[in-house]
C-alpha cells in the first residue's frame, strides 16, 4: 500500500511550459518531503526537499508548493527545458525512512 | 554517483538460484540501504543497515537477507530468486540517519527467468 500517492503518471510539456506534478499522503507523522529527479540508467538524485512548517520553497526553476491541511504538495518546473526530461519521484520521510510516490515521467518537448 | 558501485550492472538468472548483489562505497559513510525500484511502485526499501553488522528490515523484505561486515560493502542476497524478484536494484548511502542527503548508486537489472 503506498504511503505517498502521486499523479499524473507521465505529462508532456512544451519547453518553456510549466510542469506540475502532485503527491498527496495520509500519515501525518511524515516530517520531511524530498523530490527526487531521475535520468535513464541513472539512480534517483535529490532536487529539492521541504519541511510541513513552510509553505513553499524555491531553487532556481523548481519550486515546492506545501499545503499541510490539505497533506499534499506539489513540484513545479518553471520555464521547463528539454534537459528537465526525467523521472520525479516525491518522497515523505517518518522514523528516518522514505516512502517514495510512484513515479512522473517528464517529457519536454523543444 | 557519490562514490558509490553496484555490481553487476546487469544480470539474468533462473528461478530458484541464490544471487547477490554488491554495494560498495567510498565516502565512508554510516548508513546504507537496498531499494527495488518497479513501475508503478517507485522505490521501496527492502533493507537498511546503520553500521557494520547492524542491519534492519524495510518494508519488503521478503525473500531477501543482506550483510554488512566492512563500512564499504554492503550485500543483498536473493537466497532462492524468484520472477516476482526481476526488478531494478538500488543501494543508497546516507551520512547520518535523518535521511535528508541520500545518494544513490547507478542500480542493478536483475532478470529472473
Known amino acids: 500500500q503506498q504511503q505517498v500517492k502521486q499523479s499524473p503518471q507521465s505529462l508532456i510539456v512544451q519547453k518553456g511550459g510549466i510542469s506540475i506534478i502532485n503527491c498527496a499522503y495520509e500519515n501525518t507523522a511524515f516530517d520531511y518531503f524530498p523530490w527526487y529527479q531521475q535520468f535513464p540508467g541513472k539512480g534517483p538524485a535529490l532536487l529539492i526537499a521541504?519541511?510541513?512548517?513552510?509553505s513553499e520553497k524555491k531553487e532556481g526553476r523548481f519550486t515546492i508548493s506545501f499545503n499541510k491541511s490539505a497533506k499534499q504538495f506539489s513540484l513545479h518546473i518553471m520555464d521547463s527545458q528539454p534537459g528537465d526530461s526525467a523521472t520525479y519521484f516525491c518522497?515523505?520521510?517518518?522514523?528516518?525512512?522514505?516512502?517514495f510516490g510512484a513515479g512522473t515521467t517528464v517529457t519536454v518537448r523543444a | 554517483d557519490a562514490g558509490i558501485t553496484q555490481s553487476p550492472r546487469h544480470k539474468v538468472t533462473e528461478t530458484g538460484t541464490p544471487v547477490t548483489l554488491r554495494c560498495h562505497q567510498t565516502?565512508?559513510?554510516?548508513?546504507m540501504y537496498w531499494y527495488r525500484q518497479d513501475p508503478g511502485h517507485g522505490l521501496r526499501l527492502i533493507h537498511y543497515?546503520?553500521?557494520?553488522?547492524?542491519?534492519d528490515k524495510g518494508e519488503v523484505s521478503d525473500g531477501y537477507s543482506v550483510s554488512r561486515s566492512k563500512t564499504e560493502d554492503f550485500l543483498l542476497t536473493l537466497e532462492s530468486a524468484t520472477s516476482s524478484q526481476t526488478s531494478v536494484y538500488f543501494c543508497a548511502i546516507s551520512a547520518d540517519s535523518s535521511n535528508e542527503k541520500l545518494f544513490f548508486g547507478s542500480g542493478t537489472q536483475l532478470s529472473v527467468l
Open positions: 521541504i519541511r510541513p512548517d513552510v
Open positions: 518522497a515523505a520521510s517518518r522514523d528516518y525512512k522514505l516512502s
Open positions: 543497515s546503520y553500521g557494520v553488522k547492524d542491519t
Open positions: 565516502e565512508n559513510h554510516r548508513y
